[in-house]
C-alpha cells in the first residue's frame, strides 16, 4: 500500500480531477480560441483561477471537516482568487502588468508542487507527477516571462499540462485509495479468522 501523509495532496481524489477538467477546458481556450483579443484572454485567466479558488476552498472546507488540515488549501485559495481579481480589475492595463503577475503565479505554483511533491509522499508516482508538473510550472514561469505578447498562450500550454498531471493524480489516487481499502478489509478478515482459530484451541488447553 502507499503511503500518503495527510498533507495537501491528500485530498479528496475528486478535488484534483475536477481541478484537472477546469484546467484543461481553460488551457484549450486560451491556447486554441485564436479569434479572443488581449482583455478577452485576460479575462478568461482571471475567470479560470477564481474557479479554481472556489475549488480551493471548497477543498478547505472538506478537509476541515475531515480534520487533515486546512491552512494549505486557504492558502492557495487566496493566492489564486487575489491574483484572478488582480487581473479582472485591471485588464485595460499594459501588457507587461499581466505578464509578469502570470509569469509569477505559475513559477510559484510550480515551486509549491515540487515540494510537495518531495516532502508529501513516498509513493514515486505520485512523487513523480507533483515534481514533473512542478518542474513545467517553474519552466513554463520563466518562458512566460520572456514569451512577450505570447504569454497567455503559453500559460495555456501550461493549464494543459498542469490539468493533465491533477487529472492523472486524481484517477491513481482514487485506485490507491481502493487498493488500500481492499488490504483493510483483507486484513481484518485474516485478524479474525486469526482470533476464530485462537479461541477454539483455547478449551483444549484448558481441558488438559
Known sequence: MAHINRKYIDSHWLIFVIKGLVAILFGGLALFDMRRDMTSMVSLVGVFLLCLSIIEFINALYRAHMKTGW???VSLAVVDSVVALAL????DQSV???????AGYTLLRGLFEIISGFRATVDPTDRFTWVFGGMIGAIMGVVI??????????FGVYLLIFGTCSLFYGVHNRAQKLEDRAARRESAALAAKTRKKNSRKSPAKKSK
Open 96 to 102: 507587461t502588468w499581466h505578464l509578469f503577475l502570470i
Open 88 to 91: 479582472l480589475f485591471t485588464v
Open 71 to 73: 491552512a494549505v488549501s
Open 145 to 154: 516571462l520572456n514569451s512577450g505578447e505570447f504569454f497567455l498562450r503559453f
